[in-house]
């Protein structure tokens, strides 16, 4: 991995909060270990399944799995840096945990395109 | 999923482990980075599920759950974590979302032991984690120092209380609760405790409460609580006062101990002290006690009190016939009877004044003063008759038989009465003069009693005097032995000497007859006995050395049953001559029939052990008791010695008859069964005439010796000069001129050169005195 400074210009339009990676290479400041890619991957893995469970729910709204998903997707979100998706995610769940089950569909639609968007940012990344 | 871990520092072992459960796979790995970047090491678990499996076989120091889990969520996974053997105190920390207060009261209703809002704040979390693990430990080790105390103290039957004065509430620890009986849910309260001690200790109890409350001073005391199972159990309580800022009282902490089994083990002690162990009376510690106590009290109030010299007549007989055990179980059935006589009480007082103004009642008792002596003490009477009614009570209550293993006794009792103050100032002096009022009835017909009367003076004293000069006898070397000659007349030969102890007290020689009754009835017969063996053989060692081992025969030595009670008897024999370089056969042991029969059992052993080193036995005073004849087989004796009760009368014109037959017929059995038959008490030449017609020539008495110091038996040797190299026998007392040198031997007697020497004897006797 680069330690070259990400140009702003050369990343696609989603994109991964610097502050955020910068954390997470502290954790193994010279790459030995390959946190970096490991965590990435991790996530990856885990956004692409729930990709798919998001995509259901969308069309079938229920309104425990959209929030169960949410809220696991909070954290690890935040975590990598895809700050555009934790909040989304905590939007969702607190509107949710709130009983205001209106819009369950379009929730999940909406945290499908987010999850979509930092798949492919993680995605960049991984393979930059 | 391969394990990703961090460098590690320092070993592991040495840092905290913790589970960490979350279903999300990147939360956990960052988690877990984190936290191994802050010195944790860290177990996964992707689900409440697992992490109940894990916590089977791993112990980690804390679990982390993430709050919201699919399947088992972290609450319902707390909840079964703590259900779990030994996880009760296991650190949990709940990890939850943000604003999220239901879930942190959940968090905290499931058993969590803190929550943690999830963040991006590792090091927040790593804080968190060292406090909670020292909070922990800190909750573990004092839950084991909590249960170490209790542990200790129901080891030590204790508990701690504490009583708080505002409300008057009790607070009892559950091992406060067990000591009283009680479990550890159980409410109970001041009242309800105090309801447990007996009624008559009760009303004293809260007096003196109620006085260390007043001046808030310490309590400490022992009192006696009925458990609910109605064991009464004794209890030690301890309490101290606790002050507030003001400084007065606000409380009371205190212990409850169970210390019934230390108590009786010093009620034992006190008893062993106090009492005699076998008929449980007081002994004579507690008589001397109990009486001054009496008297005290008797001249305080101004009353009388009495002490009853009891003594049981003829015990010894039934001791010495029939044995200890006979002996013991009469004395603890005379024990009973005489303690219903009176108004016996067993109680060890510690001071009478606590006990009302009348306590002196509860001195009296029956004692055993020692052996078979007895004696009651009535602390308060109206006047003489009073004492002479339990007296005569006594009397006869005792003149009833006592059936005692298989034997019917006859004892009666003799009783002393003195009264305080009319026949003496003192205990000893009242004891000393009861005894001789015993004795004044001892020395008349027994089985009566007498008061003490100023012409007893001085008598009683006289006794207790001999008593105690006697136990110096021995050290200070008071005690000598005579040498009474044992002969044989027909050969004219010293066969041997008997050793007769005398006591030699100051310029008075004191004859057996008044000190050796004492010495029994006192048990210092025996260590008498110990000393006349060694003494016996020293003289024995003078003798050999002066006359030769080969001449010299035996010195006999009377053994009284007492001396074969104690196990090293044939050692102690071993030991003496062994001192005195003689060989063992120089000690004869002569035992009564009455000691022989007694202990029969126990004497056959020993009387073998004798007799295979060299020891012979003789049968002292044989015809006078009552042995059976089948008894002598099994006895390895070697002498029977015919009671003088029958020697006397053989030159007597009416019993001679009688008591010729009988002194013929033991000796005939002597000879039959292969013994030496020997007579005692030969005094006059008649009678030594007698017994050589009835084949008797081994002979001891006056008519030959008185018992003689050692130092003059061998002058008394030199005057019997035969010119024989043994040691001849010069009969001094017989140089009455009458002529013996004809008397007829019996017919059937082989010729007997013996009668020859016999004559030149008597003809040497007379050279030897004129």
Redesign the interface.
Known sequence: MSDAPIDDADLPPPSLDVAALSRLRELDPDGRHGVLSRVLTAFETSLARMLVQLQSESGRGDPEVVRGIAHTLKSSSASVGALALARACGEVERRLRDGQHDDVCADAGRLAMEAQRALQAVGAMLRA | MSP?T?PADGAAEDKPLLLLVD?????R??TR??LQ?HGFRVEEADSGEQALALLGTHAPDLVMLDA?M?GLDGFATCRELRRLPGLANLPVLMLT???DDASINRAFEAGATDFFV?S?QWSLLAVRLQYLLRASRTTIELERSKAKLARAQDLARMGSFDWRRNDGRLSVSPEAMRVVGLGPHESVDLRALLGMVPQDERRALRRRLLEALRHASPVACDLPMVMFSGKRRMMHIEAEPEFNEQGHMASYTGVVQDVNDRREAEDQIQRLAHFDSLTNLPNRLQLRDRADRALEQARRLGHQFALLWIDLDRFKEVNDAYGHGVGDELLIEAARRLKACVRHSDQVLDTLESAGPRSHRLLEAVCRHGGDEFVALLPEIASEQDASRVADRIVAVMREPIYAGTQECRVTASVGVAIYPRDGSTVPELLVNADAAMYSVKNQDRNALAFYGPHLAGRGRERFELESALHKAIERDELVLHYQPKVDVRRAELIGVEALMRWQRGDRLVPPMDFIPLAEKTGLIVPMSEWVLREAARQARVWADAYGLDSFKSISVNLPGHVFQRSDLVEHIHQCVREAGVPHRVIMVEITENTLMSTLENITLTLDKLNQIGVEVSIDDFGSGATSLSALTGVPISELKIDRSFVQHLDNNVNGARSAVIAEIIIDLGRKLGLRVVAEGVERLGQMEELRKLGCHLMQGFLFSRALPADELGPWLDGTQTGRGSWPVAPRSALSGVALAGAPALAGDPPEPADDDFSRFLAGGVAGSG
């Not at chain 2, 279903?23 to 939360?27: A, C, G």
């Open positions: 990703l961090l279903d999300e796979e990147v939360t790995l960052l980075l984190h970047e919201m699919p979302g943000l604003e999830k991006q």
